[in-house]
Each structure stands twice: as C-alpha cells, then as structure tokens.
T-cell receptor
Framework: QEKVQQSPESLIVPEGAMVSLNCSFSDSASQSIWWYQQHPGKGPKALISIFSNGNKKEGRLTVYLNRASLHVSLHIKDSQPSDSAVYLCAALYGNEKITFGAGTKLTIKP | DMKVTQMPRYLIKRMGENVLLECGQDMSHETMYWYRQDPGLGLQLIYISYDVDSNSEGDIPKGYRVSRKKREHFSLILDSAKTNQTSVYFC?????????????FGHGTKLSVL
C-alpha cells in the first residue's frame, strides 16, 4: 500500500501567524496532489491542488510541490480561527487509488 | 446542487447484525468511493465504483461489499458486523477515474458496533 505521510501531527499557532503543513508521498504518485480541510463532524472539503513542480497561490493559500524530493507543503497566510481544522493531503497511486495522509490538526488561538 | 448525501448520520448496531449505509450524489459523477476514518489512521479506501455494476476493491475491502445499481446511488453493506468495524464512514464522488480529481465528500455516517 502506497503511503502519504504528513507532519506535524498537530500544530497550535496564534491568530495571524503563517502556517506551514508538510506532506511526503511515494515516487509512484501520479497526477495532482490535493489538500483537503476537515472540520469536526464534517466531511473533507477540497482546498487546493498542484500538478507541476513549483508553487500555486490561491487567496491566503500557497502550495509548493517538489517531485524530486517527493514533498508538498501547504502554507496559510494570516491564519484565522476559522482555519482551525484537520488538513489532509491526498495522492493518486496507480490509476485509481486516491490515498490520504493521517492529517495535521491545526488550532488557531485567537 | 453539487451534493453528496449520506444516510443515516448515526447508527448503532449489535455485533452480527447487517448494516446498510447509503450514499447519493446529484452531480452525475461516474466514480464513487467508500472510505472509513479512524483516529490516527486517516481515510482508508474500502471500495471504488466506476459506474453502475462496475466496482473495485480498495485497500481494506474485507468484511464489506458494495452495490451500485444507479449512477447516483452507492451502498456499503456490512454482513454480520464486527466491533472492529466501528468507525466513521465517508462516501465521496468524482467526475471521472484515473486522475486525481477533486473528491466531493458526504458528511459521514458514524457507526458503532456493540
């Protein structure tokens, strides 16, 4: 079973801080890497994806992908209490299995 | 309306009983998924369905079976439920297969097997 590893497991930062979340994947991962956000009692919600090496910015979110080092990171600028959630990284293995990491639990302290 | 609906939201069953979890989507998506989520393990893929009557095992299919008789509807069945199947079950859908497209998730079904 191919893996997706996320770090840290949990993170507490003050409101307004920059948040950095990490994800590593196996070299057989193909296609885009996705980040999802999951609030308590809800299903995951897709946030942002990246396919090519480099970075992609959408609003307060920036994602960086380096396929050579098998690493993707998500950065949240000017964090808000509503950003408190579990963040999941997802990669596609083979032609069909979308595999998720165990997640990073983010808490933004007002 | 771009929605995935799961029923029921909460379910309590005794060991050995049969369990039916239902999922519907209104986006005419080809591909649907069942995952379970346990603390520390993330989302684990149980089954994938590529269309009506076209299903494939995921990473943890043992103890589960699925049924997809209409494109918009995908069921997960536990025959003779076990206590280790206590979990939160999520259904998801995507437009097509073979690409890591955005998944749309339901709110989940919390199943307790006593």
């Amino acid at each position: 079973q191919e893996k997706v590893q996320q770090s840290p497991e949990s993170l507490i930062v003050p409101e307004g801080a920059m948040v950095s979340l990490n994800c590593s994947f196996s070299d057989s991962a193909s296609q885009s890497i996705w980040w999802y956000q999951q609030h308590p009692g809800k299903g995951p919600k897709a946030l942002i994806s990246i396919f090519s090496n480099g970075n992609k910015k959408e609003g307060r979110l920036t994602v960086y992908l380096n396929r050579a080092s098998l690493h993707v990171s998500l950065h949240i600028k000017d964090s808000q209490p509503s950003d408190s959630a579990v963040y999941l990284c997802a990669a596609l293995y083979g032609n069909e299995k979308i595999t998720f990491g165990a997640g990073t639990k983010l808490t933004i302290k007002p | 309306d771009m929605k995935v609906t799961q029923m029921p939201r909460y379910l309590i069953k005794r060991m050995g009983e049969n369990v039916l979890l239902e999922c519907g989507q209104d986006m005419s998506h080809e591909t649907m998924y069942w995952y379970r989520q346990d603390p520390g393990l993330g989302l684990q893929l149980i089954y994938i369905s590529y269309d009506v009557d076209s299903n494939s095992e995921g990473d943890i299919p043992k103890g589960y079976r699925v049924s997809r008789k209409k494109r918009e509807h995908f069921s997960l069945i536990l025959d003779s439920a076990k206590t280790n199947q206590t979990s939160v079950y999520f259904c998801a859908s995507s437009f097509s297969r073979g690409r890591n497209e955005r998944l749309f998730f339901g709110h989940g079904t919390k199943l307790s097997v006593l």
